[in-house]
């Protein structure tokens, strides 16, 4: 390997040690916030789930991460509801907020329109949109999204 991809790869190696406390951190306060939505305000769980406090992960030889085996592994809180899927539920972010006022604002809006107009990839949109249909809130009607 050329002296040139050496040092690429020790600084790409390096740069992510470095950022890598902060994913960790940014994950556990995802979390913390999913969990505090589920909080009804009178110090009580306003749904079953926990708030699953993320362990923390081991490093390994090298300090790298154990990814696959880290993802395979994850424990389930006591209140979980065994579907697997962590974090706030689907759709009931902000960008989700802000594609159904966009909808509502105009009726028959495309996901390319609407990704446009929020400035992010439709990616998201293509995954959210579905699911806010099951929860009644838009509907589709041909390649368009109108309020439901």
């Not at 994950?27 to 916030?33: H, I, M, N, P, T």
């Not at 028959?108 to 949109?129: C, D, F, H, S």
Request: hydrophobic share 30%; net charge positive; charged share 30%.
């Amino acid at each position: 390997m050329t002296d040139f991809l050496k040092k690429t790869l020790k600084d790409i190696e390096t740069r992510r040690r470095e950022l890598e406390p902060l994913v960790e951190e940014y994950r556990q306060l995802e979390e913390a916030a999913a969990a505090l939505q589920g909080v009804d305000g009178n110090g009580g769980a306003a749904t079953s789930r926990a708030s699953g406090a993320r362990t923390a992960t081991s490093r390994g030889s090298g300090g790298r991460r154990a990814s696959t085996a880290r993802a395979g592994s994850r424990r389930r809180t006591a209140g979980s509801s065994g579907t697997g899927r962590r974090g706030r539920p689907r759709g009931s972010g902000k960008r989700a907020q802000q594609a159904l006022d966009l909808v509502a604002g105009q009726p028959g809006i495309t996901i390319p329109e609407l990704a446009k107009a929020m400035k992010i990839q439709p990616n998201y949109l293509y995954r959210v949109l579905p699911s806010l249909e099951q929860d009644g809130k838009v509907k589709k009607k041909d390649k368009g999204w109108h309020p439901a």
